[in-house]
């Protein structure tokens, strides 16, 4: 017996090539098995299979697979921003992370909507996005975060049926490049562990555990296994929400002598639900919150601006230069994949080549 293919998507030769097929069956409105086939409209397989989901979702729904024409014409008046304020934000946005959300209302409200709202979705094409990318050059404002968002809702669009097929995106519209891992020194984090109260308990836990912000601010007291010497990263906190952590999977981060010294202190006298790092008034403190008290330690003690997740980038950069392999990095910093953990890799090789220059001098 082979297996059923669920995903109403199988590939067919004509005429010597191959092609993506769209076979399925679903009842119709009068209660009768029917058989939908069909070519892809796009022939990538992950387009056929979205395609596919699309049609077979209609047809259990409706009970039949195309639409009319007339609700063709309709669905495809729908402008940017209709669809984005009805099914992106109903369908699709539960299921991003809170802050993830948040950022992409914001980038809506920036300059997306002032851009395309207006816009029919079959209307937007690749002259559109490049029309859209000029404004964001001229304006100073990095292409990125808004054109991959813009990429995302027209995809979406695509998948509920409310466009035929996707359009091209040209390529050269974002500038990537290399992101420089600019992790602070030894000597830079011994004097931030020197701040006092749940600012740096908060600074330890990233910089000896190489916790993410979201996930010290969920720390909880029974997180720590003292008896065994290592926290258990089980959830983060996006926005005020707990969560998995980033990578969907709990981990285990063995306990620095010093971290372990002043969990102790820190975890005094707590149940064993009670977040680890707490305020004067006994909250957890908010994202803000700790940016705030981060920036503001680093400007008393003349110390060098740093992001709070620079860090993190300490954690992963020590331990890449102690000679840790990139698998056991990867596992420890709660890397999803090895490519984000080898990224340090060649960061350390950089140092190392700048020490045999100084051998060389």
């Known amino acids: 017996m082979g297996t059923k293919n669920t995903s109403g998507v199988r590939k067919v030769i004509r005429g010597g090539k191959p092609r993506w097929f769209i076979d399925f069956r679903f009842t119709d409105k009068k209660g009768v098995r029917q058989r939908f086939r069909r070519d892809a409209s796009v022939q990538n397989y992950a387009a056929a299979v979205g395609e596919a989901a699309r049609l077979m979702k209609r047809a259990a729904e409706t009970g039949i697979v195309e639409e009319t024409a007339a609700q063709t014409e309709r669905s495809k008046a729908i402008t940017y921003s209709e669809f984005v304020t009805g099914s992106f934000e109903s369908v699709f946005m539960p299921g991003y992370r809170p802050a993830t959300a948040r950022r992409y209302r914001e980038l809506h409200d920036q300059r997306i909507m002032e851009f395309f709202g207006a816009m029919p979705l079959d209307a937007i094409g690749p002259r559109e996005y490049r029309k859209f990318a000029a404004v964001l050059n001229i304006a100073n404002v990095q292409t990125k975060g808004p054109m991959n968002l813009v990429r995302t809702v027209i995809r979406a669009a ?61 720390l909880e007291v029974r997180d720590i296994e003292f008896d065994q010497h290592r926290i258990i990263v089980r959830r983060a906190l996006s926005e005020d929400s707990s969560l998995k952590p980033k990578s969907g999977d709990e981990r285990i981060v063995p306990l620095a002598v010093g971290l372990e010294v002043r969990l102790r202190e820190a975890v005094k006298s707590k149940l064993p639900k009670a977040r680890v790092v707490i305020d004067c008034d006994g909250q957890t403190p908010r994202r803000q919150q700790v940016l705030y008290k981060f920036k503001r330690f680093l400007r008393q003690n003349s110390l060098k601006e740093r992001s709070f997740h620079s860090l993190r980038h300490y954690f992963v950069t020590e331990l890449m230069r102690s000679g840790a392999s990139a698998e056991v990095v990867r596992v420890l910093a709660g890397h999803s994949k090895l490519e984000m953990t080898q990224r340090y890799a060649h960061a350390t090789q950089a140092d190392q080549r700048a020490a045999i220059d100084k051998l060389g001098r």
Do not use: H
């Open 158 to 218: 695509f998948d509920e049926g409310y466009i035929d097929k996707l359009p091209e995106f040209p390529k050269g519209l974002i500038k990537t490049g290399k992101k420089v891992l600019d992790a602070p020194s030894s000597e830079e984090v011994d004097a931030m562990l020197k701040a006092p109260g749940w600012l740096g308990v908060a600074i330890a836990l990233a910089a000896l555990a190489g916790m993410r912000m979201g996930e010290v601010r969920a």
